[in-house]
């Protein structure tokens, strides 16, 4: 059974950095793409950032030159590090996978792909 847990969410101050986690369990996690999405109340879900195989990456352009994407295979762990928060960051984070992976094409930044999708962290950015 394929669980996405993540953590690391929380509140923080406008400027400031938040790194979230997500834990993969369940299926051989270096064959599938992995991405982060948020959906902000009242907004639709949005991709932020998604990584591949290879660790290519591709990011949503809010989050460009702020938001770094990473992964180690070797603990089945996906990051996400969040500097220079705004309070347009504030949304439910969710952690995503999806098997085949086909890269980090342009729609690896919408939600149909995905095969699975954690329950969420929430994150707040007060101004």
């Known amino acids: 059974q394929v669980q996405l847990v993540e953590s690391g969410g929380g509140s923080v101050q406008a400027g400031g950095s938040l790194r979230l986690s997500c834990t993969a369990s369940?299926?051989?996690?270096?064959?599938?793409?992995m991405g982060w999405f948020r959906q902000a109340p009242g907004k639709e879900r949005e991709g932020v950032a998604a990584v591949d195989s290879t660790d290519s990456t591709r990011y949503a352009d809010s989050v460009k030159g702020r938001f770094t994407v990473s992964q180690d295979n070797a603990k089945n762990t996906l990051y996400l590090q969040m500097n220079n928060l705004k309070p347009e960051d504030t949304a439910m984070y969710y952690c995503v996978a999806r098997l085949p992976c086909l890269g980090v094409g342009y729609a690896s930044l919408f939600p149909g792909p995905y095969n699975y999708w954690g329950q969420g962290t929430l994150v707040t950015v007060s101004s």
């Open positions: 369940g299926y051989s996690y270096s064959r599938y793409c």
